[in-house]
């Protein structure tokens, strides 16, 4: 079986609503450490239990024989797109040398990129999502007889140990949640700006709305990233994240013409964009406020309504399309999932809603009923 190295350990961590220190956004089960646990970041970043994650991973090249490495393994292996995959591509770290020399000598070194979700507190309800990562989803989660996580957010002792190792960061990035549904958020950025304004920042946001003093604290920063997390445009938008598009739309285009920032969009690929992908771009392509359009993350899970229910047949025919007209696209491999029952899923949305999706998407509305009217 091929070896497959990781640098993910040398330069950093993951840290998720729930306090759970990761190795990555893709690996949430290995270290099984809490943040309120360990008194430092960096004393547990230069730790014998991540030591332990380097040797294996970096310098031997064993991701395959960790559990919860397997799934990056085998879709890096069918060449899909991964977190080890994006932090080659596109991430450089000027003190790579110096700190391999560092450790040589037994010299602790500072954290380089740290991702963080500091609560799951949310303003919209993503049709791909569940409550662990937005606490508008407590109640459908009951609904649909799914795990139902409380609100969960990181304590002020935590988000202290975060402001402790931002001196050393090249890259940070905030997740949700929603970052700008979270004040707290603010206080970790003004104190990066007063210790290391010179980090890369990438905040992952649906950018619905973001205040005033949020967008002061943005204008602090010569290296600010904003991903707009956008996967579909009006109605299929609307059912998609549960909030509202044109409000989405004029929240960019004000950060635009506020900071002089161009906006990336990042859309999940599911089941309910499937056949819609064209429209983002065509909507998108030639607005000022933007800078990229990207489409590289696939909702990998049956329940969450990955776009592999459809079927092979229409799965390819879709991927081909796309192959041809989309720019920056990644597209994935067809897993055969066409058996899993997902009607009750999509009911409750649409009831949840307020509309029926498939009433703005006549492929789906076909597809939904071969397969489930009788």
């Known amino acids: 079986m091929t070896k497959l190295s990781c640098k993910s350990p040398l330069v950093h961590l993951n840290l998720g609503p729930n306090g759970h220190i990761n190795l990555c956004c893709e690996n949430r089960w290995t270290i099984r450490t809490h943040i309120d646990e360990i008194d430092d970041l960096e004393e547990f970043f230069n730790s014998s239990v991540m030591d332990y994650h380097r040797e294996e991973i970096t310098y031997k090249g064993n991701i395959k024989n960790l559990d919860s490495c397997k799934n990056c393994y085998w879709n890096t292996m069918k060449g899909d797109e991964t977190f080890r995959s994006r932090l080659e591509k596109y991430h450089t770290f000027p003190n790579e040398a110096n700190d391999k020399k560092a450790r040589e000598y037994g010299i602790n070194v500072p954290i380089r990129y740290l991702e963080y979700t500091l609560s799951n507190i949310c303003n919209q309800k993503c049709a791909m999502c569940s409550s662990f990562f937005s606490n508008k989803w407590q109640d459908l989660d009951k609904e649909l007889g799914r795990e139902v996580h409380p609100l969960q957010k990181l304590g002020d002792d935590a988000i202290s140990k975060i402001e402790k190792v931002l001196y050393g960061l090249d890259y940070l ?153 989309l720019k920056n696209f990644v597209p994935k491999e067809y897993e055969n999932k066409d058996t899993f029952n997902f009607k009750s899923n999509f009911d ?26 009788t």
């Open 173 to 325: 990035e905030i997740k949700g949640g929603e970052p700008f549904a979270d004040i707290r958020n603010f206080r970790i950025l003004k104190k990066l700006a007063e210790v290391n304004n010179k980090c890369e920042i990438k905040i992952v946001s649906n950018m619905h709305h973001i205040t005033p003093e949020a967008m002061d604290i943005l204008k602090k920063f010569p290296n600010i990233k904003l991903f707009a997390s956008v996967d579909g445009t009006n109605k299929i938008y609307d059912w998609i994240r549960g909030g509202n598009f044109k409000k989405t739309v004029d929240t960019m285009e004000k950060y635009y013409n506020e900071t002089g920032n161009k906006v990336q969009i990042g859309t999940t690929i599911s089941l309910y964009n499937f056949f819609n992908l064209l429209d983002i771009q065509n909507y998108f392509e030639d607005k000022e406020y933007i800078n990229n359009i990207v489409f590289e993350n696939w909702c990998r899970s049956t329940k969450d309504g990955m776009p592999d229910i459809v079927g092979k047949d229409i799965y390819d025919k879709q991927i081909k399309i796309y192959k041809k007209k």
């Open 348 to 373: 409750k949305l649409n009831i949840d809603r307020g509309f029926d999706i498939t009433d703005h998407v006549p492929e789906l509305k076909e597809w939904y009923n071969r397969k489930w009217k």
